[in-house]
């Protein structure tokens, strides 16, 4: 499984920015997916996740303002994010768990490189 993350940049406060992942080769494999972050000095965090039947779930912080979906047919996954605040700065990275299974069970979790989005006046 390979994940690209695209979509950040610079936006202004309360603007809007539209992350998106896409998946390639053991699509079929992948399960759960989600968006973490890491701003400087601080650890990565969880932003939202999405299982493979469409269940979300959100870190408090970004509740009411961000929405994850997916588009299996494409193999993507998006992040919308609404109402930016400065506190969103960060780099976001995408990740999938996966599965193969073969002559052996392999599993894991995927992640992409990262994608800088900053949210400055």
């Known amino acids: 499984v390979q994940l690209q993350a695209s979509g950040g940049g610079l936006v202004q406060p309360g603007g809007s920015l539209r992350l998106s992942c896409a998946a390639s080769g053991s699509v079929r494999s992948i399960s759960d997916m989600g968006w973490h972050r890491q701003a400087p000095g601080r650890q990565r965090e969880l932003v939202a996740r999405?299982?493979?039947?469409?269940?979300?779930n959100y870190a408090d912080s970004v509740k009411g303002r961000f929405t994850i979906s997916r588009d299996h047919a494409n193999n993507m996954m998006y992040l919308q994010m609404n109402s930016l605040k400065p506190e969103d700065t960060a780099v976001y990275y995408c990740?999938?768990?996966?599965?193969?299974?073969?002559?052996?069970?392999?599993?894991?979790?995927?992640w992409g490189q990262g994608t800088q989005v900053t949210v400055s006046s």
């Open positions: 990740e999938a768990d996966y599965t193969v299974i073969g002559e052996t069970i392999v599993a894991g979790r995927k």
């Open positions: 999405i299982t493979r039947s469409g269940s979300t």
